[in-house]
Every structure is written in C-alpha cells, then in structure tokens.
C-alpha cells in the first residue's frame, strides 16, 4: 500500500489535507499524533519541502511551528523572501521518532526510502494543485524524493534543477533548487552555524531570484 490509495478524486487542497489524516500508505501512522499536510495558498509561486514534521510539528499538525521553522523564518526574513506567498510542506507527512526511555523525549529519526516513496503521491498531489514556478528543497530527504536516490545535495547547490519525468511525476515543470536543512544547522557545530546559517540565506535568495524566469 501507499498514499496513492488514500488520494481523494480532486486535487483541491483542502481536499487532500483532509484525505492525508486517513493515510495508512506506510507503517509510520501508527505511532504519530496526526498527518501534517502542507500549509499555504494554492496560489503560492514558492514551495518549500522538508523532511517531515518534527515533534512539535506531530503535536500541532502544522508544518514548520518548532526549532528548525523558527530557524527558516529567521532566513527567509534575512532572504528577504516573505513567508506569504510560500506553501512550506514536507516529503513525508508522519512525524517517524524512536522513544528511548519512557517519558522521554522523542528522537527524530531519518525515514526510509521506502516510507518517502509510499509518501510521496501526497507531495506530487501538492505540486499539481500548487503548481508553483519555483521549489526549493531543504535536505537530503525532500532532493531525493524528487530528483532520485542518488542526487548529492552538496554537489548541485545554487544550480538550477528540474524534475525528472516519470510515471506517476505530475505534468509540472517548475524551476528546482535544492539546500540544506535548517535543521542540519542546528544540529552542526556551533562555530560553524553562522556560516552554515549565511549559505542557508545565500541559497535562499537564489532560489527567489529564480521566480518568473520559469
Ligand atoms: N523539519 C522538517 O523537515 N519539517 C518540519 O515541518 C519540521 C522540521
Ligand atoms: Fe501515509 Fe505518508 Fe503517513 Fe505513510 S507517512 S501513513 S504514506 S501520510
């Protein structure tokens, strides 16, 4: 099973944001409070992907609301890109975590490539309703679900990308740039956050620089 056999017939937003809370596509609804669907206009030129909700994401079933948003807003602001006319969602859209001690924090954990292809029927759901002129991809995670499991992130940043055809691909063809994690900036070295941080705005600016030359 995957998401594809929880997609509502229409691909209206608010349509798959409510279909997505059903979603059993992979094993990761079992222990996540909610699905996080993405959040924005359908009329948004910008689309953000991230990995997957974090916990305090899981917790209030919106994108981006803990640490690593906070740290996107601050570079969006200093981007001087406006967080309006964005739609910020993620590749997958279950929070995965491993609990290690009872009643202690839950620890994110990376999710398989198998749990991002089950997941990802949703995301190309949100690229055709969307259908955005520019997405910028934040990780790994989010560049691999779109550009293949062998794309290198740090060989291909501040380079205009495209999505690859495919099968089940939508018929979109926005402009793609892929960067960091703000959470990778995080959880880095703090001597090395300040400029991990300016690549992150650096890239960011880039990415805005691209809106209407699709
Ligand atoms: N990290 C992500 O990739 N997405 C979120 O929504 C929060 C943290
Ligand atoms: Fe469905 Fe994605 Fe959640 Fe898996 S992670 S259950 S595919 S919404």
């Avoid at 997609?7 to 996540?32: E, I």
């Avoid at 981006?64 to 906070?70: K, L, S, T």
């Avoid at 691909?169 to 900036?185: E, F, G, L, W």
Wanted: with cysteine; hydrophobic share 40%; aromatic share 6%.
């Amino acid at each position: 099973m995957t998401a594809a056999d929880f997609l509502p017939p229409t691909k209206d937003l608010d349509d798959l944001a409510a279909a997505a809370k059903g979603c059993q596509g992979c094993d990761l609804f079992r222990d996540a409070d909610q699905a996080v669907f993405g959040e924005g206009a359908g009329s948004a030129t910008m689309m953000l992907v991230g990995e997957q909700p974090g916990d305090q994401e899981d917790r209030a079933g919106r994108p981006f609301v803990g640490p690593a948003g906070r740290l996107l807003d601050r570079a969006l602001a200093a981007a001087a890109v406006e967080r309006e006319p964005l739609y910020v969602t993620n590749a997958v859209k279950h929070f995965k975590f491993t609990l290690p001690e009872r009643g202690k924090r839950r620890i994110h954990q990376t999710p398989t490539r198998t749990e991002v292809v089950a997941c990802r029927p949703w995301l190309f759901a949100e690229l055709e309703a969307v259908d955005p002129d520019v997405v910028i991809l934040l990780g790994a995670t989010a560049a691999k679900a779109l550009l293949g499991n062998d794309f290198r992130l740090t060989a291909h940043r501040q380079e205009v990308l495209r999505l690859p055809a495919g099968d089940d691909v939508p018929p979109v063809d926005p402009t793609v740039v892929a960067t960091v994690h703000p959470s990778s900036i995080l959880r880095g070295p703090q001597e090395r956050r300040d400029e991990a941080f300016q690549s992150l705005v650096d890239d960011l600016r880039f990415a805005a620089s691209l809106l209407n030359t699709r």
